[in-house]
C-alpha cells in the first residue's frame, strides 16, 4: 500500500484536491485499486491522526533549528513551513463540518473559524483567498482534533522532562552562598584543630554553667546508640547533658515546637542556659526552634551548632521527591512514603522539609537571628576502597548466655553506603559531599564555620565506626570540641557589645 501523506493532511474533510492538484488516489492497493479519499479519514481515523502527529513533531523539531525551514512539496508550492512554531488546527465535527483554529507565532491570540468568517464577511473572495494562502504557507493542518492537541504538547514535555532529570538538583545545590541577601561565614577550622588538640590532652574547657542539648537527626527513635557516647562522656565531665527525645520522624515545624519545650523546661528546672548542638535534620529542628520562637526563648539559649545539617537543602532528598527526577522513574517516592508512614509511623514530610523548595521557603519566612552565636561542621566523606569494609556499631543485643546477659555488638556498612552516596553527587553534580549532604548546603550563613581535612561521613557523628584510629578523636570529642567553639563564639560577641556600649 502506497500512501501520500502530505496529501492526506492536506485535503482535510472534504477529501478534494485542490484546484491544480494532481487526482491520483492518495491509497492504492496492489491490484489497481484506488480508495477516496473522501472515504478515508471516517475508516481509518488512526492513519490520519498518525499523519498528523508526524507533522507536528516535524514543526516542533523544526523549531529547535528556526534557522532553517522546513518545506512540503516542491518548489514554488503553498505548503512551505517556514515558520514551525505557528500552528493551525482543522478540527473534524460529527457533522462533517470543519471547525478551524489558527494559532499564528506565539504571543497572538488564537482564532476559531467562527471567528474567522465573521472577520472575514465583508472581504472580497480575492482577498479571503490570498489570506487562506497565506496562512497554509505558515501552518499544520490536522483533521483530527485529540491525536493533535497531544502530538505537540507531548513531544514538549518528554523534552521537559529529560531536561529536568538530567538538571536534578545542579541549580539548587550551594543556592545559600549565591544569595546576596545571606551573611558571609567565618573560616573557624584553625581554632576548631587547637581546641580539638587541646581536648585529647587532656584540656577541657566546657563550662558546667550551661545545660547542653543534643537533638538527633532523621531516624534517630531507630538508632539506640545515637548519640549515647557523647552523653555519656559529657556527664563524665560534670556537664549537664540531655538527648531530645523527639519524634524525628516528624515535620520540621512540630519538632521545633517539642524543642522549645525542652528548652523552656531545661532552664526553669536548672535556671541555666542552654547550648543546642543538632546532628543532620536535628539542626534543622534546632534552627527552626529559634527562628519560630526566638523572643521565647532568646534570654534561655547561649547558642547552636549545626552539624552536617542539609540547612540549604538535601540533593538526595530532592532527587527522591521531586516531580521528573529519578524517583519518579523507579517509584521511590511512593516507596520512601511507605516506609517513613507505614513501617516507622512517621510524616513523609519530615523527608520533603528537606528539598530545596521547601528549605528556600522556610528561611525566606524565618531565618535565624543575626545575634544568635552559630557554628556549623561539614564535611567530606571518603570514597577509597577501604571504605567498603567499614562497619559502624548502631546497637547492641543482649544474650543470655551465662548468668549475665552478653552484649553483642548490632553493625551495619554505614560507610559504604555513605561513601557509595557520595561517589554519586561527585560524578553527578561535581559536589562534594558527607553522602547525604553537600559541603556548601551546610555552611549556614553568619556562623563560623568548620571544615576539616579529615574524611567524616554522615553517619559517622553519631555512631563510632568498628575500625577506629586510635590516635584520631572520636565523635564525642569532636562534639566538645564543636561547643567549645560556640562558647568562644559567644564570648567575642559578648565582648564586642559591651565595647560598643561603652
Not at 556527664?235 to 521545633?256: F, M, P, Q, R
Not at 517509584?331 to 528549605?359: P, W
Amino acid at each position: 500500500m502506497e500512501i501520500d501523506f502530505y496529501k492526506l493532511i492536506r485535503m482535510g474533510e472534504a477529501g478534494q484536491p485542490k484546484e491544480g492538484e494532481s487526482t491520483r488516489p492518495l491509497v492504492s492497493g496492489g491490484s489497481g485499486e484506488s480508495v477516496p479519499a473522501s472515504q478515508l479519514f471516517t475508516s481509518l481515523p488512526a492513519l490520519n491522526e498518525a499523519a498528523s502527529y508526524i507533522n507536528q513533531a516535524t514543526s516542533y523539531l523544526g523549531s529547535c533549528f528556526s534557522d532553517y525551514s522546513v518545506e512540503y512539496g516542491g518548489q514554488g508550492s503553498c505548503n512551505s513551513l517556514s515558520q514551525p512554531h505557528e500552528l493551525l488546527r482543522l478540527t473534524s465535527g460529527a457533522d462533517g463540518s470543519s471547525p478551524v483554529s489558527v494559532c499564528v507565532t506565539p504571543g497572538q491570540r488564537c482564532s476559531t473559524s467562527s471567528e474567522a468568517s465573521t472577520s472575514t464577511a465583508a472581504n472580497s473572495p480575492s482577498r479571503e483567498s490570498t489570506e487562506t494562502q497565506s496562512q497554509s504557507s505558515n501552518a499544520i493542518v490536522t483533521s483530527n482534533g485529540v491525536g493533535g492537541f497531544y502530538g505537540i504538547s507531548m513531544f514538549q514535555g518528554l523534552i521537559e522532562r529529560a531536561r529536568r532529570t538530567v538538571r536534578g538538583s545542579a541549580d539548587d545545590i550551594g543556592w545559600l552562598q549565591r544569595d546576596p541577601e545571606m551573611p558571609s561565614v567565618e573560616d573557624g577550622t584553625d581554632r576548631f584543630n587547637k581546641i580539638l588538640e587541646d581536648i585529647g590532652h587532656g584540656v577541657h574547657r566546657l563550662p558546667n554553667t550551661l545545660v547542653y542539648l543534643l537533638v538527633p537527626g532523621l531516624f534517630s527513635n531507630h538508632g539506640p546508640l545515637y548519640f549515647v557516647d557523647t552523653k555519656t562522656k559529657f556527664s563524665k565531665l560534670g556537664l549537664a547533658c540531655h538527648i531530645a527525645k523527639i519524634h524525628s520522624e516528624s515535620s520540621v515545624e512540630k519538632n521545633a515546637r517539642e524543642i522549645k519545650e525542652y528548652i523552656e523546661e531545661l532552664c526553669w528546672g536548672s535556671n541555666k542556659k542552654v547550648l543546642l548542638l543538632g546532628h543532620s535534620k536535628g539542626g534543622i529542628d534546632a534552627a527552626a526552634a529559634l527562628s519560630l520562637y526566638w523572643p521565647d526563648l532568646k534570654d534561655k539559649v547561649a547558642g547552636l551548632v549545626l552539624a552536617q545539617s542539609p540547612y540549604g537543602g538535601s540533593p538526595i532528598a530532592t532527587d527522591i521527591l521531586r516531580e521528573g527526577q529519578l524517583g519518579d522513574y523507579v517509584n521511590l517516592r511512593k516507596l520512601m512514603e511507605i516506609m517513613i508512614s507505614k513501617v516507622i509511623k512517621g510524616d513523609i514530610q519530615a523527608l520533603e522539609d528537606l528539598t530545596y523548595e521547601r528549605r528556600k521557603q522556610f528561611l525566606k519566612n524565618h531565618p535565624l537571628p543575626r545575634e544568635l552565636p552559630t557554628v556549623s561542621f561539614r564535611t567530606e566523606a571518603s570514597i577509597s576502597p577501604a571504605v567498603l569494609a567499614t562497619l559502624s556499631h548502631v546497637a547492641h543485643a543482649e544474650l543470655p548466655l551465662t548468668n549475665q546477659a552478653t552484649k553483642l555488638p548490632v553493625v551495619m556498612p554505614l560507610g559504604a553506603a555513605m561513601a557509595a552516596c557520595a561517589q554519586l553527587l561527585q560524578v553527578r553534580y561535581g559536589e562534594k559531599s558527607d553522602g547525604l549532604v553537600t559541603c556548601c548546603d551546610a555552611e549556614v550563613p553568619g556562623s563560623v564555620v568548620v571544615r576539616p581535612k579529615r574524611k567524616l561521613d554522615h553517619a559517622w557523628m553519631v555512631y563510632s565506626s568498628l575500625n577506629e584510629v586510635p590516635l584520631e578523636a572520636d565523635a564525642a570529642q569532636v562534639c566538645e570540641a564543636l561547643l567549645t567553639l560556640l562558647v568562644q563564639v559567644e564570648e567575642e560577641k559578648q565582648r564586642k557589645a559591651a565595647t560598643k556600649n561603652d
